[in-house]
Nanobody, 125 residues
Framework: QVQLVESGGASVQPGGSLRLSCVVS????????IGWFRQAPGTEREGIGC??????????SNSIFMKDRFTVSRDNSRNTVYLQMINLTPDDPGVYYC????????????????WGQGTQVIVSE
């Protein structure tokens, strides 16, 4: 069975950067599309982006604001997917999740099969 573990969440100042990691075990990473999502308190879970099983990043979110600052990538040799975030703002905190799908690489969270437990991001002075 496939398992995912996110890490890298932290408390950062506005304008700071973070690189989140998602380690996949139990299967080959190259068999899956991997999506990144976030959920802030009182909000719906929001798609950020997706990296295809061919290793080409594909954004799930239609937010230009987020696409300009967030980048999804993968390292199949390490079974790890990354979310690079720059210029963080007070609108970016929340719990960030990775998820996998064999066939889907979009923004709808219900289309993903297996989820990690999330890693928390805090943006404060």
């Amino acid at each position: 069975q496939v398992q995912l573990v996110e890490s890298g969440g932290a408390s950062v100042q506005p304008g700071g950067s973070l690189r989140l990691s998602c380690v996949v075990s139990g299967s080959k990473l190259e068999d899956y599309n991997i999506g990144w999502f976030r959920q802030a308190p009182g909000t719906e879970r929001e798609g950020i982006g997706c990296t295809s099983n061919g290793g080409v990043p594909s954004w799930a979110s239609n937010s230009i604001f987020m696409k300009d600052r967030f980048t999804v990538s993968r390292d199949n040799s390490r079974n790890t997917v990354y979310l690079q975030m720059i210029n963080l703002t007070p609108d970016d905190p929340g719990v960030y999740y990775c998820a996998i799908s064999r066939l889907y690489c979009g923004r709808l969270h219900r289309m993903y099969d297996t989820w990690g437990q999330g890693t928390q991001v805090i943006v404060s002075e």
